[in-house]
């Protein structure tokens, strides 16, 4: 059982509001990873964490932004949510080496009006 | 730089029949292979992965892989589906060395006809 938490699951806001998507695990795992998934059920990498203070670009262009000042926590903000930002955003984590499993939360599904 | 082709995006199948999902991946070294499903409104989960050794790896629902590194593909087969095997499901590549995130396929939406 993955013990990985996305809050909210599903939200709905207007243009310009600002919004963070939580994620936390209770794993302690140190990697740490936000995917964006399209319509048609395509996963992006936009953000990516190996650690407290580590955050990086994924390889999906993103106007959101990550930190990792806990462990256990890595949100994502949108400073300002646009229609385009409409998708469901999948949060996951990782520890050790590449051969480990990386562990997926729910999702929040986004929609922005 | 690794990457994963599914070949194909929908696949309908009737409940009983085999199935065989296809995956082909590109990398110029070493990698892990991974089959993750997701049921809907929910994330991912982890079905089977190879790291070495036996090519053909099974996972505890009846879906095997096997790894062909001739052919780099790492199809999903299963020789009688069900109803609950409705699901997205995604293959995915990782270089056996270093920190680098999985490198995840466009998905191959599996539908099974009652």
């Known amino acids: 059982e993955a013990d990985i938490y996305q809050t909210p699951r599903y939200l709905v806001i207007g243009t310009g509001k600002k919004i963070t998507l939580e994620c936390s695990q209770t794993?302690?795992?140190?990697?740490m990873y936000w995917y964006q998934q399209d319509p048609g059920m395509e996963l992006h990498l936009i953000h990516y964490?190996?650690?407290?203070?580590?955050?990086e670009k994924g390889d999906l262009s993103s106007e959101s932004t990550v930190s990792r000042i806990r462990t256990e926590h890595f949100p994502l903000t949108l400073e300002s949510a646009r229609p385009s930002h409409t998708s469901q955003y999948l949060c996951?984590?990782?520890?050790?080496?590449?051969?480990?499993?990386?562990?997926f939360g729910p999702g929040t599904r986004l929609t922005v009006l | 730089a690794q990457s994963v082709t599914q070949l194909d995006s929908q696949v309908p199948v009737f409940e009983e029949a085999p199935v065989e999902l296809r995956c082909n991946y590109s990398s110029s070294v070493s990698v892990y292979l991974f089959w993750y499903v997701q049921y809907p409104n929910q994330g991912l989960q982890l079905l089977l992965k190879?790291?070495?050794?036996?090519?053909l790896v099974e996972s505890i629902n009846g879906f095997e892989a096997e790894f062909n590194k001739s052919q780099t593909s790492f199809h999903l087969r299963k020789p009688s589906v069900h109803i609950s095997d409705t699901a997205e499901y995604f293959c995915?590549?990782?270089?056996?060395?270093?920190?680098?995130?999985?490198?995840f396929g466009k998905g191959t939406r599996l539908s099974v006809i009652a």
């Open positions: 794993m302690g795992h140190d990697k």
């Open positions: 995915a590549v990782n270089r056996n060395s270093g920190n680098t995130p999985l490198v």
């Open positions: 964490s190996y650690g407290v203070n580590s955050t």
């Open positions: 996951a984590s990782r520890t050790g080496g590449a051969y480990n499993e990386q562990f």
């Open positions: 190879y790291l070495s050794g036996s090519t």
